[in-house]
């Protein structure tokens, strides 16, 4: 479907159906993967190791929030979509777009933010740019970093390998950053003491495949939340996912401020939160594996039957929820923007 709209709008880069729609329509005809399937990272390979190659900019508002800011965002959120396929961060590219006006001060701090986030993940800062615009027409600083990593293992971790019956588990519980950059921006009058769950998870996905958990997909669940992220990959792997609700961790003030708020929980953004789809046999192991890294990773839902004559779903209500009666009812995604600038 192309884009319906005749301007861009803040919801094109929500995480929800019109990103959805602004990628179907427009992008993936011109730039799609030969699978026509899009993940955080792509895969290629060499003469020598496999490598796993990834992009992303950000633009945070405000770029220093409660547990981070727009450094250790920059650098944590590109070693995750690597982490993803299983790869190893081995190096990071760095462009920085900074505004005329912006204090040395907070540049030093973003500066030594990402130098941290990078030696903390092993990861070389190689090659980089920076660029200055006049003021009012960069909002203080925007990054763009490319990423590399190796990839050591044999699994092919893509929704491709999804199959039925297989386990859905959450590696912690979600909305915390969403909630963080809310509480931040001081013009919605919203207080709360919650930090962004802003972490890498690449240690935690070695662990895993260490522990020869048989991992069929990684997501991490950044925009949209585990709302877009369970949509994108039900409809590559073509099938339904269904997911307890009841199950699902959400942290009594994040329940908090959606209720007060009108926003949907299921669609906030997380920085330090996957999602793990592996075989029922391996389930168990791979919960004790989470639950090491933070106490509040679940089993959240179950795999359903996959229609493999199919190349990708195109129906709406990929996703389901079951409540503790057993009633089910769609996941829907998010058509506006909930929060624009959350990364």
């Known amino acids: 479907m192309a884009p319906s709209h005749e301007t861009v709008l803040l919801a094109h880069g929500g995480g929800g159906r019109l990103s959805q729609q602004l990628i179907e329509g427009l992008l993936l005809p011109a730039f799609a993967p030969a699978d026509g399937v899009l993940h955080d990272a792509a895969l290629l390979n060499s003469p020598g190791q496999t490598l796993a190659f990834t992009t992303d900019s950000f633009v945070v508002q405000p770029l220093v929030f409660p547990g981070g800011d727009i450094g250790r965002l920059a ?31 907070l540049l030093k701090r973003v500066v030594h933010s990402i ?59 979600l909305g915390r950053h969403g909630v963080a950059i809310l509480a931040a921006r001081e013009e919605l009058g919203f207080r709360s003491s919650l930090e962004s769950d802003l972490a890498p998870l690449h240690t935690t996905v070695q662990e895993l495949i260490s522990s020869e958990v048989e991992v069929h997909c990684l997501r991490d669940l950044t925009r949209g939340g585990l709302a877009s992220a369970s949509d994108e990959i039900a409809r590559a792997a073509c099938c339904q996912i269904e997911l307890e609700e009841a199950a699902i961790p959400l942290h009594p003030s994040v329940n908090g401020a959606c209720n007060l708020l009108g926003l949907d929980p299921l669609s906030m953004a997380n920085e330090g939160r996957m999602i793990v789809i592996c075989p029922e046999k391996d389930s168990e192991c791979a919960l004790k594996i989470l639950q090491k890294h933070n106490p509040h990773a679940r089993r959240i839902g179950v795999v359903q039957q996959r229609d493999i004559q199919r190349k990708r779903l195109t129906h709406d209500h990929s ?21 624009p600038r959350i990364c």
């Open 75 to 105: 650098v944590f959120g590109s070693v995750n979509d690597l982490a993803m396929t299983g790869a190893r961060p081995v190096a990071l590219s760095l462009g920085l777009i900074l505004e005329e006006g912006l204090a040395m001060s």
């Open 115 to 173: 130098r941290a986030a990078a030696d903390a993940c092993g990861v070389a800062v190689i090659t980089g740019d920076t660029k200055v615009v006049e003021r009012g027409k960069g909002d203080g600083i925007f990054i763009n970093t490319s990423a590399i990593g190796v990839v050591e293992h044999p699994l092919r971790i893509h929704p491709s390998a999804v199959r039925a019956s297989d386990a859905v588990l959450v590696s912690g519980d």
């Open 319 to 339: 996703v389901v929820l079951r409540n503790n009666l057993g009633a089910r009812r769609p996941l829907d995604l998010q058509r506006g923007e909930q929060l």
